[in-house]
């Protein structure tokens, strides 16, 4: 099993930054991939980012040039810099995980992430 803390979240003006982060534990080592997706009100929930252990990144076509991904592998932890925020940023941000030798998804408990003046 593989437990998932997200941090990071809050209220910021357009054109702000926020930094998500995303603390692995239990089996952590085992995930393959991690990232964020985020759900909207009254919308799907969609990937926003995505990392590997090797570093391969893959992003929303509507965050790239914006958002980072980033991982530290020693530290079982993911982080998402966000930069030049919009309104239309704002949903919950769930932070994602996936191990490849069980196909398991995991999931954090979600972090809001609020852009407005």
């Known amino acids: 099993q593989v437990q998932l803390v997200e941090s990071g979240g809050g209220l910021v003006q357009p054109g702000g930054s926020l930094r998500l982060s995303c603390a692995a534990s239990?089996?952590?080592?085992?995930?393959?991939?991690m990232g964020w997706f985020r759900q909207a009100p009254g919308k799907q929930r969609e990937l926003v980012a995505e990392?590997?252990?090797?570093?391969?990144?893959n992003y929303a076509d509507s965050v790239k040039g914006r958002f980072t991904i980033s991982r530290d592998n020693g530290k079982n932890t993911a982080y998402l810099q966000m930069n030049s925020l919009k309104p239309e940023d704002t949903a919950v941000y769930y932070c994602w995980g996936w191990v490849l030798h069980t196909q398991n998804n995991y999931w954090g408990q979600g972090t809001q992430v609020t852009v407005s003046s």
């Open positions: 990392i590997t252990t090797g570093g391969t990144t």
């Open positions: 239990g089996s952590s080592s085992s995930l393959y991939s």
